[in-house]
Every structure is written in C-alpha cells, then in structure tokens.
C-alpha cells in the first residue's frame, strides 16, 4: 500500500513536487494516460498535476476513482495560472484544490491531513488513551523527520509527554490492544517506533523498573532509530532489494542519530548511546564502533533484543512478519550476540499468553520497583535502590 499517487501530464517534470513528497511517504508517479484501477486500488491519497486540458484525462479519473474518493483523498495541484484545470478539477468533485500560489509544503500537509484522518477512522475502534498516544507519537515523529531531512535541532520538547502517553496507553489498555493499533499506522517508520516504545513498556512492567528507568527506557526506544528519519522513505520502505548504496546509506544511522542529538541540545548521555549503538552485539561483531561486552551499557543491550523481535515481527512491503515464537527462536539464535539474561526474561514475557492482555492494576509487583538502568546497573542483578547509592557514590569518588 502506498501513502500517495502523483498523477501528471506525460512529458510533465513535477520532480519539485514529487521529491518532497516522496521524501516523507511512500510513493509512486504515473501519468494520467497509464493509470489502471490496479494503480488506484492500493493508494491512500492521489495528487492530480496537471493541466487537464484533455477530456479523456478527465473522463479516465472520473472512471477510475468514485466520487467519494475523488472528494476526500484527492487533491488538484493546478501547475500554471490558467483556470481550465481549476475548472475540470471542481466539476468532477476533487476535494482539495490548490491554486499554482500554494508551496510544496502547503501539499505535504494537505497529504498528512488525509492520512490523519484516515488513521483516525481505523482506530476508532480503540479507546481515547490509545488514540491520544498515537495522534502525540505521530506528531513527534513527523515534526523530528522533518527537522532531520532539513539538517535542523530536533524538536525534542514534547519527548516526555509523548513518552508518558505510549507507557499510559500500554499499562491502561495491554499490550496486545497496543500492537493491533500501531498495525493501523501507515507509516512502516513510525510503526517500527511505535512498536518498540509499546514492547519497552511491557519489557519495563516485567522487570520490574522504577519510574524514572521506565521513562529512560521508553525515551530511549522513541529515539532510538532517530538517524534514519534524513534517509528518504522510498530507501527506508523500499520493497526490493537495497543497492550496496543504499544499504550503506542505512547503516550510517546510528551515527547520524547520535550527532543530531547532541547538536540539539540533548545531555543525557544514555539517550545518545542508544541511539548510537544500538546494532552493537556483546561478542564485537555489530556496528558502528564494534563495542562488546560491558562496554554496552544495560540500556542499550535492552533496546538491542526489543529492536530486533519488534523488526521481526512487523510485516514489511519486503516480506511477512514472524509470529512472536518465530522471531524468539530467530533471537535465540544469535547466543552470544545478545544479553542472554535478559533475552531469557524477554522470551518469558513475550510467549506468556496472559502477559500481552494484562491491565494496569491486575497482577500486583511480586517486589517494590527497583532502580538500576540510570547508574549503569543490569536489572537482573538484584540492584537496590541502596545499590544505586553505593555505586553514584563510588562513581563520584
């Protein structure tokens, strides 16, 4: 499925248009002489550019979209002054009509606002909490991707009440309920996000964490993957093969993410290490630094293993998804690659039926939440808070 359709006249450029765009969605060009009902059939939002001087180019959107797509998912960008196309547009119904004055980025959030309210209608079946944490993480990401694709500080302000709707949502609603909304998200990019902040929640419930670890956890998930958001969509959720290219442009992310942190201001080391190494594994083989063993902290070595299961049990336009044991034994078979304790935990808590549908409130903490995460502690060495102590002390010493 595809976010956008830009149609437009043959011969017709439009790449000022079509770069943009397909730098944040998903998207494919046609021009209005080879548009089949195939085409339309797996779009959400279509773009007309076009003068539409030719009747049978009228005719042929008239046939191909219902009225009722042509009047809340489409839009007319006229590409010159002249009102004929202007004209055409409003006598078959398109809904939205931009006059040659409005910019790119007046089209973008035109797209974007269809593509809210369509991921509006699908989660109506989900509570308000849900949906709140949803319409704030979308925002988030849309507003870092765009700062990230124009080299500009991150706007970082709403990281913690975005944090604290997925953890509200997560504990309020289960974790099953969470998943199955994210999968109504059009955005492979912002699912991945989405998936991974909701499994770090839960991950966080079943070991366990104080507050203040649960907050770095899920802080750290929502940024973890932040470089890629300046590689253009059609690379991220291109459905064939990657170029060597491409590949390579991928794997810069963990870099590019970590520098765009510390260029808008962000101090809290933890934050950038995880977004920096997260594809490090314990035995040196991962990248970009070939870290190993206690030089990755516990907070990274946890998002490594919610990474990881969270790809591998999204579908992708490149392939199905795994069912949760499947992706646990793809897990399993990186051994020494991953913390094992804690890939053991995850295991326990990912294929334990009654977990994903608990509720806030249901099954009690067989202990008091403990801290760990924030003085480099690993949550399975029954650290206490008086550990906590003891080690920020020996560490100012």
């Known amino acids: ?49 076009s003068e539409l001087r030719r009747s049978t180019d009228v005719d042929r959107l008239s046939a191909i979209f219902p009225p009722s797509f042509r009047i809340t998912n489409m839009i007319y960008v006229a590409p010159s002054i002249e ?78 009440s975005t944090s604290d709707a997925i953890g509200s949502a997560v504990r309020s609603e289960g974790l099953s309920t969470w998943l199955n909304a994210v999968k109504m998200h059009h955005s492979q990019t912002c699912r991945h996000v989405l998936n991974v902040a909701g499994l770090a929640v839960a991950f966080a ?37 990657l170029t060597d290219a491409e590949r390579s442009m991928i794997n810069l992310h963990p870099g590019r993410g970590a520098e765009a942190l510390v260029h808008s201001g962000v101090e809290d080391a933890m934050l950038i290490a995880a977004a920096r190494s997260h594809h490090e594994y314990l035995d040196g083989s991962g990248y970009p630094d070939g870290l190993g063993g206690d030089a990755i902290t516990p907070l990274v070595r946890l998002i490594t293993i919610i990474d990881i299961y969270s790809a591998l049990t999204e579908e992708r336009v490149y392939r199905e998804s795994l069912t949760p044991r499947l992706a646990i034994a793809e897990l399993a078979r990186m051994k020494t690659k991953l913390d094992q304790r804690l890939f053991a935990e995850f295991r326990k808590m990912t294929l334990e039926p009654a977990f994903a549908a608990t509720r806030k409130g249901q099954e009690p903490a067989t202990r008091a939440p403990h801290a760990s995460l924030r003085a480099g502690l690993h949550p399975l060495d029954g650290s206490t808070f008086e550990d906590v102590r003891r080690h920020t002390s020996n560490s100012a010493a």
Request: glycine share 6%.
């Open 1 to 49: 499925m595809y976010d956008v359709m830009i149609l437009r006249d043959e011969g017709m450029g439009g790449e000022a248009l079509a770069g943009p765009i397909a730098s944040a969605y998903t998207c494919k060009v046609r021009t209005l002489s080879e548009v089949t009902k195939e085409d339309a059939a797996d779009v959400t939002v279509v773009v007309v550019y």
């Open 205 to 241: 419930t079943h070991l366990e964490l104080d507050a203040a670890d649960t907050s770095l956890l899920i802080e750290a998930s929502i940024l973890h993957d932040v470089g890629k958001l300046f590689i253009p969509i059609a690379i991220l959720e291109k459905p064939g093969r």
């Open 83 to 160: 009102r004929a196309g202007i004209v055409q547009a409003e006598s078959i119904g398109l809904g939205r009509i931009y006059a040659p004055h409005k910019t790119v980025d007046d089209v973008r959030r035109g797209v974007r606002e269809i593509l809210n309210r369509e991921l509006s209608r699908r989660l109506a079946r989900f509570s308000r909490t849900v949906n709140k944490a949803m319409e704030v993480t979308d925002s988030f990401h849309n507003n870092v991707a765009s700062a990230m694709r124009q080299s500009k500080p991150l706007p970082l302000g709403n990281l913690r």
